[in-house]
């Protein structure tokens, strides 16, 4: 079983950056996909980005491709966001998460994920 812990969360104003982390622990964390999903307050949760389990491919939702940047560092089993530009829209709780397939997170969704974060919160000021 896979255990991931987020961290970075916080408030910010509009225009600000902000980097989240997720550390990864378990048996055979460094080989999952990982991802970042989001949840505002009255939405469902939603996909963010996701990365491969070697870090070379990446997709992202498209409400923040262009702004944010998903990455990896399998030296910590760890992954990052870091997300640029923000705006009041991003405000939600950031998810980390651990799949089979940073594809099949883009693609499937919640339905992909095989592990969750207990969450960090985001919120952008305007």
């Known amino acids: 079983q896979v255990q991931l812990v987020e961290s970075g969360g916080g408030l910010v104003q509009a225009g600000d950056s902000l980097r989240l982390s997720c550390a990864a622990s378990?048996?055979?964390?460094?080989?999952?996909?990982m991802g970042w999903f989001r949840q505002a307050p009255g939405k469902e949760r939603e996909f963010v980005a996701s990365i491969n389990w070697s870090g070379s491919i990446t997709y992202y939702a498209d409400s923040v491709k262009g702004r944010f940047t998903i990455s990896r560092d399998k030296t910590k089993n760890t992954i990052y966001l870091k997300m640029n530009s923000l705006t009041p829209k991003d405000t939600a709780a950031y998810y980390c998460?651990?799949?089979?397939?940073?594809?099949?997170?883009?693609?499937?969704?919640?339905?992909?994920?095989?592990?969750w974060g207990k969450g960090t919160p985001v919120t952008v000021s305007s």
């Open positions: 998460t651990a799949g089979g397939g940073a594809y099949g997170m883009f693609v499937n969704g919640y339905s992909a994920v095989n592990a």
């Open positions: 378990g048996r055979a964390s460094s080989n999952y996909a």
